[in-house]
């Protein structure tokens, strides 16, 4: 063993010895039932656990559903560990953070349940409802992969950012920002879960015959039969200007210019430069989009548009100091 490993070693173990000493012995039980210690992977390297994850930001009115399907309230600090899952009312905005540093955005609407593939010991987000963007840190191997499953396949990730949504036609939409994204149409997606080992496998595990890979800035319709192609996705709109900020219930205009081949635009809110924190969203069939209700802030704007297939094509981040003038009763 070299020194640096022993240095890492060291490391993953004062890490563990750091989180386990300041417990009594009563008190053990319960923090195991919630966390999960950190491991050496097959690579000498300190891992920490994906499960649970932690309500990192929360807009609007949301719910944690545990394994019987009951459901609380869900609050900012809140964990959900595996086979509990997350779901979002009309008009909220969920970002979790899981233990290895990947992080998801749950728009509204949506409904996911996390769970663990204990074959390969990683994370999987079993996408019910909605849609789910993911932010995945890189992997250091083919096999070592964050999953999202979908009624239609199975995404395997190494790094990247990428949306995924089910449709109401029983298929589901992909859209690769970065990095790229295995989509296996065959796997069997409900099948359930095996007993955990506690370490990824040491044998990379064999890529399935009719696994396509979908690159940056392309998008995937998955439908149960058929050739699966990846296409395209449409540029970012470009913004052209903003306009209504005043009047006693101001509405904020964002005006952009008509782009090519787009059926529907998207325009969200946030706070923070990563979009973990948004505030809302509005969708519109013409190239200008209203806002209404939202403070005076430094907000970061992102715009995308939809082409014909309802795939969402790449974003453009705008900032801007949002400051709405009232008008003063005389």
Known sequence: MTS?????????LLLVVGLVSPLTQSASAAFFDSKRLPYIDDHQQCRGQPLPATVEHLTGEAWKLDRKGNQVALEEGM????????????????SLSLGDGSRIVLPSS????????????????????????????????DYDRFQIVTPVGVLGVRGTHFRVRNNDNGQSLIEVLNGQVAVDRGEDADAPAKKRTGKPLAKKAEKPAD????????GLRIQKEGKLTPIELLPAPQLLGQTGQTGPAPVWQLIMKPLHGATRYRAQVATDTDFLNIKQEQFSSTPEINFSGLKAFFYHVRLSAYDEQ?????TGVYDIFYYPRTTRVQ
């Open 4 to 12: 640096l490993h022993r240095h890492r070693l060291g490391s993953c």
């Open 79 to 94: 964990t959900v560990d595996e086979q509990e899952g997350v779901k979002t009312s009309p008009s909220a905005f969920v």
């Open 110 to 141: 949506s409904q996911v349940t996390l769970r663990l593939n204990e074959e390969l010991v990683v994370p999987q987000v079993i996408l019910e409802q909605g849609q789910v963007e993911s932010y995945v840190i890189k992997r250091a191997s």
């Open 211 to 218: 696994e396509v890979q979908v690159m940056a800035r392309q």
């Open 310 to 314: 309802g795939l969402e094509g790449e």
